[in-house]
């Protein structure tokens, strides 16, 4: 085993750790689920694609099933959303691309089309900019737009 994959392996058990009870979703801090979400950046999408890649590598025969089951909770927390940043590590982007994978994954229409939806929204919130279309929306941490 390399060095590389045991490393994958120790993080996986780690986030494992962090799954909160009854849920495919995963806490960000010990001992509470403040702050968890399903972003790309810290949330059930980012592992989605880890756990992804630990399948793909033949590494874990259930981390298929358990991406499928974060998937689909993700999936119930899209279908309530109109708006969600343009950022692909936060907004819609990041959703998209990992709903695409799971689909590819696991073959389920279903998260097809739920990423299909996260790029119609994308596009439902740009606005006509000079010649073309853009997103404007605050930026973090920041007063400007």
């Known amino acids: ?10 993080a996986v058990r780690f986030i494992r750790g962090q799954r909160i009870e009854g849920r495919a ?3 960000r801090h010990d ?16 592992i989605i694609l880890m756990l992804l890649e630990l399948h793909a590598a033949g590494q874990d025969a ?3 099933a358990e991406a499928i089951a ?7 927390y899209l279908a309530k959303k ?8 936060t907004g819609w982007p990041g959703y998209a691309f ?9 073959g389920r229409e279903d998260f097809r089309a739920t990423a299909a939806m996260c790029l119609d929204r994308l596009a ?14 605050p930026m973090p941490f920041s007063d400007i737009f």
């Open 70 to 76: 974060a998937g689909e909770e993700a999936q119930d």
């Open 124 to 137: 439902a919130q740009a606005v006509t900019l000079g010649g073309g279309i853009g997103w404007i929306e």
């Open 62 to 64: 259930d981390a298929l």
């Open 1 to 10: 085993m390399s060095a590389y994959l045991s490393s994958a392996l120790e």
């Open 98 to 106: 990992a709903m695409g994978e799971l689909a590819k994954a696991s």
């Open 31 to 46: 001992a509470t689920e403040k702050g968890s979400d399903y972003s790309l950046y810290h949330g059930s999408c980012g």
């Open 25 to 27: 979703k995963w806490r």
């Open 82 to 89: 109109d708006w969600l940043s343009v950022s692909p590590s």
